[in-house]
């Protein structure tokens, strides 16, 4: 069975701040995929990032990056320099291949004050 | 393009009461499917659909029906509902096998009094 751990519930930073969502995740398989989203106050989903199981290397977008460590099983997310903007709650989801259907974490909720 | 619209964007009902929440996506996508959401509890798949008359269960779908007659459609009913099934509900699609992205519509928030 696969399962997506995100341990930190809330997390409150002052504008500026560096910020990391940690994700751990379990599964059986050898192929897998890992995908983060947002869902801002406004309450849409928008998708992030996907990564397969045979990319780690890390990837980054703007004041996003993401750290994928197959040995730890953790798909941790950074957001450098965080804006109010980036108050949402964020989800981390894992698939199995060739499957679209979305094992989702409990998610983090971020809160970023002025 | 629209995406995924959901309809209604807000409902109550009263327990025991029965509805259909609609879904509907124009990306001609094969893969649909329906999560709920509940403080704390993540995102929760009910049932989903690999395509136009298939369909099958996801974690938690004790009290939900689906049916998939076309690509487009994907409706969610609640044949008799319980204050438990107040939730905010989410419909998604992607292309399928690929592990594409899903692509959420709005959602529909759900009240059972």
């Known amino acids: 069975a696969q399962k997506v751990t995100q341990a930190q519930t809330e997390i409150s930073v002052v504008e500026k701040e560096d910020v990391t969502l940690d994700c751990v995740y379990e599964?059986?398989?050898?192929?897998?995929?890992l995908f983060w989203y947002k869902q801002p106050p406004s309450g849409e989903l928008v998708f992030l990032i996907r990564?397969?199981?045979?990319?780690?290397q890390n990837e980054i977008s703007g004041r996003y990056s993401w750290n994928f460590q197959k040995s730890t099983s953790s798909f941790n997310f950074t957001i450098t320099a965080s804006q109010v903007v980036d108050s949402a709650v964020y989800f981390c989801?894992?698939?199995?291949?060739?499957?679209?259907?979305?094992?989702f974490g409990k998610g983090t909720m971020l809160l970023v004050s002025p | 393009n629209a995406g995924v619209t959901q309809t209604p964007k807000f409902q109550v009902l009263k327990t025991g009461q029965s509805m259909t929440l609609q879904c509907a996506q124009d990306?001609?996508?094969?893969?649909m499917s329906w999560y709920r959401q509940d403080p704390g509890m993540g995102l929760r798949l009910i049932h989903y659909?690999?395509?136009?008359?298939?369909?099958d269960q996801g974690e938690v779908p004790n009290g939900y029906n689906v049916s998939r007659s076309t690509t487009e459609d994907f409706p969610l009913r609640l044949l008799s509902a319980a204050p438990s099934q107040t939730s905010v509900y989410f419909c998604?699609?992607?292309?399928?096998?690929?592990?594409?992205?899903?692509?959420f519509g709005n959602g529909t928030r759900l009240t059972v009094t």
């Open positions: 990564r397969n199981s045979f990319d780690e």
């Open positions: 998604a699609s992607s292309y399928g096998t690929d592990n594409s992205p899903l692509h």
């Open positions: 989801a894992l698939s199995e291949e060739g499957y679209s259907t979305l094992t």
């Open positions: 990306m001609n996508h094969e893969y």
């Open positions: 599964t059986r398989d050898t192929t897998y995929y």
């Open positions: 659909s690999v395509g136009a008359g298939i369909t």
